[in-house]
C-alpha cells in the first residue's frame, strides 16, 4: 500500500479518536452545568465519605502490617495472615541470586500497593506449605485473594526470562491475578489483562537445582 494513503488513513484515525474524547469531555462539561447547588453538595458529600472510608481502611491496613516486605517464619503465620488481609503475594524463597532480586522489587510494590500483603517465607524451612501448594522453583510468587491462592509467578519466565526485568513488569504481572490495584483503574478493566489459566510448574526444575 502506498505510504501516503497509509499516512491519510492513520491521520482520519487520529481525527477521528479526537473528535471523540472532545465530544465526551462536552458531555461531562454539559452535565456539570446542569447541576444545582444541592447536587453539587451531594457530590461532595459522597467524596467525603468516599475519603473517609478509604482512610480508615488503609489505618486497618497498616495495622495488619500492609506496606512494609516482611518475612514470616513458619505456616501458621501464613494461613493467620491470608485470612486476614484480603490480597497477600507471598514470595517463597531461599537463599540465592534470584530470589534476591524478587525481594528487591517486592519491597518496593510493598509500599506502593498498601492495599496488599507483601511477606515472604523460606521454603525450605516451610516444607509441609511448600509441598501443599506444590511449589517446585523458587523464586516462586503465590497471589492470594479471599485466602485462595489464585495463581503463581514462577521464577522469572514471565519476566522476559532475565533478572533485570523492571519493577513495573513484575507490578504488571501481579495485576492481573487482581492482588493488587492500579491506582485509577477499575478491577474489570484488570480482570481483562488476567492470565489464562495454565499449568504454571510444566516443565519446571527442582528449586533444590537452583544456583546459590
Known amino acids: 500500500m502506498d505510504n501516503s494513503i497509509v499516512q491519510e488513513i492513520l491521520e482520519q484515525q487520529v481525527l477521528s479518536v479526537a473528535k471523540a474524547v472532545e465530544e465526551q469531555i462536552d458531555d461531562q462539561i454539559s452535565a456539570l452545568d446542569r ?9 461532595r458529600e459522597r467524596r467525603l465519605q468516599q475519603m473517609k472510608k478509604m482512610a480508615e481502611k488503609r489505618s486497618r491496613w497498616i495495622k495488619l502490617g500492609h506496606g512494609e516486605y516482611t518475612e514470616i517464619h513458619n505456616e501458621k503465620e ?10 497477600v503475594v507471598c514470595h517463597f524463597y531461599r537463599e540465592n541470586w534470584p ?12 509500599k506502593q500497593h498498601v492495599e496488599t500483603r507483601f511477606i515472604k517465607l523460606n521454603a525450605e524451612k516451610s516444607q509441609y506449605l511448600s509441598e501443599k501448594l506444590r511449589i517446585v522453583v523458587l523464586p516462586t510468587l503465590a497471589l492470594v485473594k479471599n485466602a485462595k491462592v489464585e495463581d503463581y509467578v514462577v521464577g522469572f519466565d514471565e519476566l ?3 533478572d533485570d526485568f523492571s519493577t513495573e513488569e513484575l507490578e504488571e504481572r501481579i495485576a492481573k491475578a487482581e492482588v493488587i490495584i492500579f491506582e485509577g483503574e477499575s478491577l474489570g478493566k484488570l480482570s481483562k489483562l488476567k492470565a489464562p489459566t495454565r499449568n ?4 519446571a526444575t527442582s528449586y533444590a537445582s537452583d544456583s546459590e
Open 35 to 43: 447541576l444545582d447547588p444541592d447536587d453539587i453538595e451531594a457530590l
Open 78 to 87: 501464613f494461613f493467620s495472615i491470608v485470612k486476614a488481609s484480603e490480597r
Open 99 to 110: 530470589c534476591k532480586v524478587m525481594d528487591k522489587h517486592l519491597a518496593i510494590l510493598a
Open 160 to 162: 522476559g526470562g532475565r
Open 200 to 203: 504454571v510448574r510444566h516443565g
